[in-house]
């Protein structure tokens, strides 16, 4: 018997216990794709498939996997900003340093509003 009459009878198996085939596909072999309660399954590969809903999605968990490190770096910043400030007496400079202050500052007021899970 080769691997791929295993499969089917696998997932046979598995629809006859109640799982529901999909119209998607395995990414890895191209198989339907079972699902099992709250779990996508490739019989195939005998592994759990994780899909990610949608490009948006990606990109905000990435956003907020980051969100850390942003809030540090706009910390360091004004920081450094402010030490600059402090020191400088020409008001052209000061009034872009000022601008720049603010654009920080709403950064990371934009940041709080971010809700990290
Ligand atoms: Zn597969």
Redesign the pocket.
């Known amino acids: 018997m080769t691997d791929n009459d295993d499969s089917i009878k696998k997932m046979a198996e598995l629809l006859r216990r109640g799982a529901t085939m999909l119209a998607q596909s395995?990414?890895?072999?191209?198989?339907p794709i079972l699902k099992i309660q709250d779990d996508l399954y490739?019989?195939?590969?005998d592994?759990r498939?994780v899909v990610v809903r949608s490009d948006e999605e990606a990109e905000s968990t990435a956003v907020k996997t980051m969100l850390p490190k942003l809030r540090e770096t706009l910390m360091r910043k004004l920081q450094s900003l402010n030490e600059i400030i402090e020191s400088e007496t020409d008001t052209d400079k000061l009034t872009k340093l000022a601008n720049l202050m603010v654009l920080l500052l709403q950064a990371l007021h934009k940041l709080g509003t971010i809700h990290e899970d």
């Open positions: 395995c990414p890895q072999c191209g198989s490739c019989a195939s590969c592994r498939i």
